[in-house]
């Protein structure tokens, strides 16, 4: 504990020269008959009086201290830093073709980035998520948010369609492939880092999943993106989930942004680039200096039981005045 005016302390010297006189003053004594008596002295009567004469003494103290402004330090705060996660995921007829084993049912792509995701913003709590489903468009379909339930309820509406792949008995769902089909990465790139640009703090994060490569990224179209990317302080993880070679562009903007580029053949393959990318973006955690507070509480209890003892002495604890 610590004081903001210190040198106030110096008057603690005079509530004790007043209980030290209390006790060593001998007022206008008064010889009565029973003086002369064989009655015993009372030390407790006269002690406990002298301890009643004090009170107004030990007020003065807590005035004191009260005046001389008692502090004390917060402990220190841990503050987790943000980040903000924007998941692009490519929502195409394609990604509903098969992804590893299919011995347990149809499993597509499409479930193994969704489960991947699913996963990695569990197991990243406190963290901001978005998702940007694209393809020939893309769509925000969450802005960033600590609710980390959002984007598994949104499965069931951004799954892709896709009339070759999908039994009749599926029924139709998603949006018709001639108005969503094909790939267009820098699209939806560019529409992720404008959206990430208005998270003011944290660092900024997009992962991209998809199967195909894109036009839109070819140059000179990739040198904008990477600037585009650059300038917003973003980093990209690319992840391909398909077999075919990861466009030479696409590594390029991805790398110049600090990022990595996966190849995910396997629901269990795409969990593990997750843990490799939890573990290239940790999170940070950062330790606040403690805060300077008031500290009147340890005196307001004691004040309080000096006040009512005062109050209650009042009514007789003292020697009488002749």
């Not at 197991?123 to 489903?133: C, E, K, M, P, V």
């Not at 593990?272 to 340890?298: A, C, R, T």
Request: glycine letters at 6%.
């Amino acid at each position: 504990m610590t004081f903001q005016h210190p040198q106030l302390l110096i008057l603690l010297a005079l509530p004790v020269i007043l209980a030290f006189w209390e006790f060593v003053r001998r007022g206008q004594p008064m010889v009565l008959p029973f003086d002369h008596g064989r009655q015993r002295s009372g030390w407790f009567l006269r002690l406990l009086v002298l301890m009643a004469n004090c009170l107004p003494a030990a007020l003065l103290a807590i005035a004191i201290l009260f005046l001389a402004h008692p502090l004390t330090h917060t402990p220190p705060e841990v503050e987790r830093r943000l980040n903000n996660v924007q998941f692009v995921l490519d929502t195409s007829g394609s990604m509903a073709e098969p992804h590893g084993s299919q011995a347990n049912g149809r499993h597509r792509r499409f479930d193994s980035a969704m489960e991947a995701i699913e996963q990695f913003i569990s197991h990243r709590q406190g963290d901001a998520f978005g998702l940007t489903i694209f393809s020939r468009f893309f769509i925000h379909w969450l802005p960033l948010t600590q609710d980390t339930q959002s984007i598994p309820l949104s499965r069931r509406f951004i799954e892709p369609n896709n009339p070759k792949l999908d039994p009749p008995s599926m029924g139709r769902h998603g949006l018709p492939d001639e108005l969503w089909g094909r790939t267009f990465i820098g699209k939806a790139l560019h529409g992720a880092a404008d959206l990430l640009a208005q998270r003011p703090t944290g660092d900024r994060m997009i992962i991209l999943l998809t199967d195909g490569e894109s036009p839109d990224i070819l140059p000179p179209l990739d040198a904008a993106i990477i600037q585009h990317l650059r300038a917003e302080n973003i980093t990209v993880f690319s992840i391909l989930l398909s077999k075919d070679a990861i466009q030479p562009q696409l590594v390029g903007i991805t790398q110049a942004t600090g990022g990595t580029v996966f190849n995910a053949l396997t629901p269990e393959a795409l969990m593990s680039v997750f843990k490799s990318i939890d573990e290239m973006k940790k999170v940070v955690v950062l330790q606040k200096q403690p805060q300077v507070i008031d500290h009147y509480g340890p005196f307001i209890i004691p004040t309080l039981s000096i006040l009512a003892a005062s109050i209650l002495a009042l009514f007789g604890l003292r020697f009488t005045p002749w």
